[in-house]
């Protein structure tokens, strides 16, 4: 399919790299030519210089073939007022825009324009390595009432089948990570030493999820 990025900064540029090497055509737009240099000299898609909300950059960048419209350039206004243009002038129905005021974020997120908040993304990141394990959310909805959190659990845990872990914490077991690689659990799968533990949960039922999987589980449990 085909894709326009906005942006051609180190986020735009991987990004494209990304898409084109799994197969998609690719346009970037950045009103600095000099920043298409981040592209790699065998780059196949448009480079098309202008400003990212602009009707006519759009359509030269192929904006109404377009399956996506991602906007990462480094401004919040252009970003969101690009997304918008994409969705509202041209039909574009996958959108998504980077934003680093996490408040604007929300408030967008709820008009139906999906963001990713760079400085709290970023935030939670290193809140992931420098907090115990289980104390921080790897992704929180907009609203902070769901995350997605990787949860210690203690050894007795370990030949827990992962459906039963769901039964009694109340949360979805959304994957394992087993020697790097990620698994979604099916009904047979069990926990194994080494995996770790990513939960779907209410973000108000974390504590008792993390005590619950912090102990040995009861003889009923196991």
């Excluded at 990004?15 to 196949?44: C, K, M, T, W, Y």
């Excluded at 990141?125 to 997605?148: H, M, S, Y």
């Excluded at 995996?195 to 912090?214: G, P, Q, Y």
Aim: glycine share 8%.
């Amino acid at each position: 399919m085909h894709i326009v990025i906005m942006g051609c900064g180190r986020v735009g540029s991987t990004l494209a790299h990304i898409l084109e090497d799994n197969g998609h055509s690719v346009a970037v737009i950045d009103r600095d030519p000099q920043a298409f240099r981040r592209l790699r000299a065998g780059f196949r898609g448009r480079r098309v210089t202008g400003i990212g909300f602009d009707r006519d950059v759009l359509e030269e960048a192929g904006i109404a073939s377009a399956a996506s419209f991602v906007a990462v350039s480094s401004g919040d206004n252009s970003n969101i007022i690009s997304a918008r243009v994409a969705r509202e002038m041209f039909g574009v129905d996958n959108v998504v825009a980077r934003i680093y005021d996490p408040r604007r974020a929300e408030v967008y997120q709820r008009l139906g324009i999906p963001t990713v908040a760079t400085v709290r993304w970023t935030a939670d990141q290193i809140l992931r390595r420098v907090l115990p394990e289980g104390a921080e959310p790897l992704w929180r909805d907009p609203t902070g009432t769901v995350v997605l959190a990787e949860v210690a659990f203690h050894q007795g845990w370990i030949g827990t089948r992962a459906r039963e872990i769901e039964n009694v914490t109340g949360a979805r077991v959304a994957f394992l990570n087993r020697m790097g690689e990620a698994l979604v659990p099916k009904d047979a799968t069990v926990v194994q030493e080494g995996d770790i533990l990513h939960l779907v949960a209410a973000e108000n039922d974390m504590d008792r999820i993390n005590k619950t999987l912090s102990a040995p589980p009861s003889d009923e449990e196991h």
